[in-house]
């Protein structure tokens, strides 16, 4: 790159990252809205109760006349003895999920193994549910590691959303369960006996797998309370479909806006993936350069699309989440989320008086496709129980089978018969890869070196 268009570039990365840090600080002016909201609820009813509260204790410390003055201009009182103005309330997520406000916790994750990485490029999303088939969602995170150079994996964030819900936060010093579980996670929760063991599990998979990984803040596991979903079983069936799929369709937008909330602080930039594809190498620099190309060329782009697929590699710029989430919880009951965010993007540039093609060439402006695809959908059994998808995106190319390797000389043998050209000693020349028939217990792979050799993994 020209030094011109090295500047530009990042010009166009601390334009993104000052986007994040301002909705950061809207984030902290609500805060201190809403406290004022109660102080000047608390000035109001000490000004009518005398200073004094049910218990007949003082509501607040003796405060000078200057900092009652400051506190009332805050609050929106009057200055002296007049009533309090009435304060609008806006929406919030209370009005879409009123069962929320049964439980302060409702909000929070049950589940959480985290060193607590933030203030990254990319915070990818990958929610994971149990499947009755099989699970992808090692060789998944496997995958999306193995695709990441050392600068990539330090300037990310990978969030597994596990989307089994537990019950009770624990709260304390849990270093016993910690030692139990064989976790180190920054908190732990219990679980209903369906739920415990497969998080866990989980959990533990992948702090044993991806210990590195892990320790270093690259992944972070988290799970949500059963108190976060409303009751299953009262939902209206909307679009004709079966009361399975109504509640599978509805729990996916409930698990897509809390992994978004969560993840919508640490980064500047989200994607959206599913636990069962493929990456390409160097998939993380590809996303943030093509996202920060747009931004430099004032782009007003929405949606990023790194797969034509469903919901996979999808790009938001984390401070316009807020307008996903809202949106998903506002009709969560009512259609799938991938319908959702068409309807979205539609609504904010589709005109009514102009015919669909209009509407798909406007909608082009905000929701721009990347060619080629960088991820592939490789699962089968989806995780609606009996639905089976066979779902390929064609603009991904051929899927790579090996990665050539130098591994030091040696006898190579194996008791499994080798389909085709495919051996085992053409795989440790790194020419191909093994593929075996009808392996059998006691079947050995053997590797006698030449010289002797220190193994490392």
């Given at each position: 790159?020209?030094?011109?268009?090295?500047l530009?570039?990042?010009?166009a990365?601390?334009?993104?990252?000052?986007?994040h840090?301002?909705?950061?600080?809207?984030?902290?002016?609500?805060?201190v809205?809403v406290?004022?909201?109660?102080?000047?609820?608390?000035?109001?009813?000490?000004?009518?109760?005398?200073?004094?509260?049910?218990?007949?204790?003082?509501?607040?410390?003796?405060?000078?006349?200057?900092?009652?003055?400051?506190?009332?201009?805050?609050?929106?009182?009057?200055?002296?003895?007049?009533?309090?103005?009435?304060?609008?309330r806006?929406?919030?997520?209370?009005?879409?999920l009123?069962?929320?406000?049964?439980n302060?916790?409702?909000?929070?994750?049950?589940?959480?193994?985290?060193?607590?990485?933030?203030?990254?490029s990319?915070?990818?999303?990958?929610?994971?549910?149990?499947?009755?088939?099989?699970s992808?969602?090692?060789?998944?995170?496997?995958?999306?590691?193995?695709?990441?150079?050392?600068?990539?994996?330090?300037?990310?964030?990978?969030?597994?959303?596990?989307?089994?819900?537990?019950?009770?936060?624990?709260?304390?010093n849990?270093?016993?369960?910690?030692?139990?579980?064989?976790?180190?996670s920054?908190?732990?929760v219990?679980?209903?006996?369906?739920?415990?063991?497969y998080?866990?599990?989980?959990?533990?998979?992948?702090?044993?797998?991806?210990?590195?990984?892990v320790?270093?803040g690259?992944?972070?596991?988290?799970?949500?309370?059963?108190?976060?979903?409303p009751?299953?079983?009262?939902l209206?069936?909307?679009?004709g479909?079966?009361?399975?799929r109504?509640?599978?369709r509805?729990?996916?937008?409930?698990?897509?806006a809390?992994?978004?909330?969560?993840?919508?602080?640490?980064?500047?930039?989200?994607?959206?993936?599913?636990?069962?594809?493929?990456?390409?190498?160097?998939?993380?620099?590809?996303?943030?350069?093509?996202?920060l190309?747009?931004?430099?060329?004032?782009?007003?782009?929405?949606?990023?699309?790194?797969?034509?697929l469903?919901f996979?590699?999808?790009?938001?710029?984390?401070?316009?989440?807020?307008?996903?989430v809202q949106?998903?919880?506002?009709?969560?009951?009512?259609?799938?989320?991938?319908?959702?965010l068409?309807?979205l993007?539609?609504?904010?540039?589709c005109?009514?008086?102009?015919?669909?093609?209009h509407c798909?060439?406007?909608?082009?402006?905000?929701?721009?496709?990347?060619?080629?695809?960088?991820?592939?959908?490789?699962?089968?059994?989806s995780?609606?129980?009996?639905?089976?998808?066979?779902l390929?995106?064609?603009?991904?190319?051929?899927?790579?089978?090996?990665?050539?390797?130098?591994?030091?000389?040696?006898?190579?043998?194996?008791?499994?018969k080798?389909?085709?050209?495919?051996?085992?000693?053409?795989?440790?020349?790194g020419?191909?890869?093994f593929?075996?028939?009808?392996?059998?217990?006691g079947?050995?792979l053997?590797?006698?070196?030449?010289?002797?050799?220190?193994?490392?993994?």
């Amino acid at each position: 790159m020209s030094q011109e268009q090295t500047l530009v570039a990042r010009l166009a990365e601390l334009q993104a990252k000052l986007q994040h840090l301002d909705s950061m600080h809207r984030a902290r002016q609500e805060e201190v809205h809403v406290l004022s909201q109660h102080l000047g609820q608390l000035l109001s009813q000490a000004g009518s109760e005398g200073g004094n509260n049910s218990s007949g204790l003082p509501l607040y410390l003796p405060l000078s006349p200057e900092v009652r003055v400051l506190l009332r201009n805050l609050t929106g009182l009057r200055a002296e003895g007049g009533d309090s103005t009435q304060l609008l309330r806006l929406p919030s997520v209370y009005h879409f999920l009123p069962h929320l406000l049964e439980n302060p916790s409702t909000l929070r994750p049950a589940f959480c193994l985290s060193r607590g990485r933030s203030g990254v490029s990319v915070v990818l999303g990958l929610p994971t549910v149990r499947r009755d088939m099989q699970s992808y969602l090692l060789a998944t995170l496997q995958n999306l590691v193995d695709s990441m150079s050392p600068e990539e994996a330090a300037d990310s964030l990978i969030v597994v959303f596990v989307a089994e819900v537990g019950v009770t936060l624990l709260s304390g010093n849990n270093k016993s369960l910690d030692a139990v579980r064989g976790l180190q996670s920054k908190c732990i929760v219990y679980f209903p006996q369906v739920d415990q063991d497969y998080v866990l599990q989980v959990a533990k998979q992948i702090e044993e797998q991806f210990q590195p990984q892990v320790e270093s803040g690259l992944i972070e596991v988290i799970s949500p309370p059963v108190s976060y979903y409303p009751d299953m079983e009262s939902l209206q069936q909307t679009l004709g479909d079966p009361p399975e799929r109504v509640r599978w369709r509805t729990k996916q937008n409930l698990d897509f806006a809390f992994l978004m909330m969560y993840a919508q602080p640490k980064a500047t930039f989200y994607v959206q993936l599913e636990d069962d594809i493929l990456a390409k190498k160097n998939f993380i620099s590809i996303m943030k350069n093509y996202a920060l190309q747009k931004i430099a060329e004032k782009s007003p782009w929405f949606v990023l699309e790194f797969c034509q697929l469903g919901f996979i590699g999808k790009m938001f710029k984390c401070v316009e989440l807020p307008w996903l989430v809202q949106f998903f919880l506002m009709f969560y009951n009512d259609k799938p989320v991938d319908w959702l965010l068409d309807h979205l993007i539609s609504t904010k540039i589709c005109s009514l008086d102009k015919d669909s093609k209009h509407c798909k060439k406007a909608k082009s402006q905000l929701w721009i496709h990347y060619k080629p695809s960088l991820f592939q959908h490789i699962g089968t059994h989806s995780s609606l129980k009996g639905k089976v998808q066979k779902l390929k995106d064609k603009q991904f190319g051929k899927v790579v089978l090996f990665f050539p390797h130098q591994n030091p000389p040696a006898e190579v043998k194996t008791d499994i018969k080798n389909y085709k050209q495919y051996t085992l000693a053409k795989a440790y020349r790194g020419e191909s890869f093994f593929w075996g028939l009808l392996p059998q217990p006691g079947d050995h792979l053997s590797f006698t070196f030449s010289t002797p050799t220190m193994l490392k993994q």
